[in-house]
């Protein structure tokens, strides 16, 4: 079980979402993005340094959201997310191709990677927990 850490980033009422490059795995798919915990991180610290070794963004991180397990083919995860405001970004984007600020009951119009999906069904529900 690999255990990953995403941020739920609002920014005027709007979620941020990004599609992975078609070269990675689950390329094309939408996610909030973030990345997996390293050995010695708290799941804060692993957040923060993913989102800006990948998108070269600063957020507030609020507080935990919920989680969300899933099994691929070759892996399984644990996808933990945090509520975050975002603060500041250079438009750098290393793992993905495209982003969106998305309204929260329009995310599940996206193709969004399926550990996402739970999770962005109770954001649509207005569940804050």
């Given at each position: 079980?690999?255990?990953?850490?995403?941020?739920?980033?609002?920014?005027?009422?709007?979620?941020?979402?990004?599609?992975?490059?078609?070269?990675?795995?689950?390329?094309?798919?939408?996610?909030?993005?973030?990345?997996?915990?390293?050995?010695?991180?708290?799941?804060?610290?692993?957040?923060?340094?993913?989102?800006?070794?990948?998108?070269?963004?600063?957020?507030?991180?609020?507080?935990?959201?919920?989680?969300?397990?899933?099994?691929?083919?070759?892996?399984s995860i644990e996808l933990i997310?945090?509520?975050?405001?975002?603060?500041?970004?250079?438009?750098?984007?290393?793992?993905?191709?495209?982003?969106?600020?998305v309204d929260p009951d329009k995310?599940?119009?996206?193709?969004?990677?399926?550990?996402?999906?739970?999770?962005?069904?109770?954001?649509?529900?207005?569940?804050?927990?």
């Amino acid at each position: 079980m690999i255990k990953v850490v995403c941020g739920i980033i609002y920014k005027d009422e709007k979620i941020f979402i990004c599609r992975r490059k078609p070269s990675k795995s689950l390329g094309g798919f939408w996610e909030f993005p973030g990345g997996k915990i390293e050995h010695d991180e708290t799941h804060e610290g692993s957040l923060t340094r993913e989102l800006m070794e990948e998108l070269e963004m600063e957020v507030e991180i609020q507080e935990f959201y919920d989680s969300s397990k899933y099994n691929y083919d070759q892996f399984s995860i644990e996808l933990i997310a945090y509520i975050c405001t975002y603060k500041s970004w250079n438009q750098n984007l290393t793992d993905h191709d495209k982003f969106e600020w998305v309204d929260p009951d329009k995310l599940l119009d996206w193709k969004l990677a399926p550990a996402d999906v739970p999770l962005a069904k109770k954001i649509k529900e207005g569940k804050r927990h």
